[in-house]
């Protein structure tokens, strides 16, 4: 099956602590993206990555990192720099095509919870 | 700016009832694409549909239709006869072109409950 898988499902962490979701998917896109969800809230673009070793900052960037090593893989970083991190973060990857009509698909998410 | 607006942010009805989802949007760009979404309890977003800024037709697909009117810059979902499992956020979102590419912009959601 074709998809997007996103672990853990849940995570906890310290304060101060960094911590690593991972992103994986087999739909052979180029496009891979993360975002964050926060009640009541839009999903807002963290960071995002057209082609392997290269990756663009989005509206949210500071206090997380990315690498994009595989077209497959999307490794999203919480830094102890990020000052709220508890939140449902989302995994998404596309086609690329010209216009911008390309729809995105989504992981099922993890949801990080800061102790 | 470039927005999008979703000013229900829940709505409660009974399964049979028919239901519209409101999305109004900013832009500046003549070109652009819209999209709703749909996030089930699970978490993972499912799109639902893709409307280009020159293709102002209504669409319609089993129980759910979309109204696109750019003189208003709105973009309605109604789902007809909703049933339990439209229970759900639905998200309606903007691409337009950006740095480096295109960017999507999502508006909060509008929470559907659907009551047996």
């Known amino acids: 099956d074709g998809g997007i898988t996103q672990s853990p499902k849940y995570l906890f962490r310290k304060e101060g602590q960094n911590v690593t979701l991972s992103c994986e998917q087999n739909?052979?896109?180029?496009?891979m993206y993360w975002y964050r969800q926060d009640p009541g809230q839009g999903l807002r673009l963290i960071y995002y990555?057209?082609?392997?070793?290269?990756?663009q900052k989005g509206d949210i960037a500071e206090g997380y990192s990315v690498s994009r090593e595989k077209k497959e893989s999307f490794p999203l970083t919480v830094t102890s720099a990020q000052k709220n991190p508890t939140a449902f973060y989302l995994c998404?990857?596309?086609?690329?095509?010209?216009?911008?009509?390309?729809?995105?698909?989504f992981g099922p998410g993890t949801r990080l919870t800061v102790l | 700016a470039q927005k999008v607006t979703q000013a229900q942010t829940e709505i409660s009805v009974v399964e049979k009832e028919d239901v519209t989802l409101d999305c109004v949007y900013e832009t500046r760009d003549t070109t652009y694409y819209l999209f709703w979404y749909k996030q089930p309890p699970s978490g993972e977003l499912v799109f639902l549909i893709r409307r280009n800024s020159f293709d102002e037709q209504n669409e319609i697909s089993g129980r759910y239709s979309w109204n696109f009117q750019k003189s208003t810059s709105s973009f309605n979902f109604t789902i007809t006869a909703s049933q339990v499992v439209d229970s759900a956020v639905y998200f309606c979102?903007?691409?337009?072109?950006?740095?480096?590419?295109?960017?999507?912009?999502f508006g909060a959601g509008t929470r559907l409950f659907v009551k047996a």
């Open positions: 739909l052979n896109h180029d496009a």
């Open positions: 990555s057209q082609i392997v070793n290269d990756f």
């Open positions: 979102a903007l691409s337009i072109r950006n740095t480096g590419g295109f960017k999507t912009i």
């Open positions: 998404a990857s596309s086609i690329v095509l010209a216009g911008g009509r390309n729809e995105q698909f």
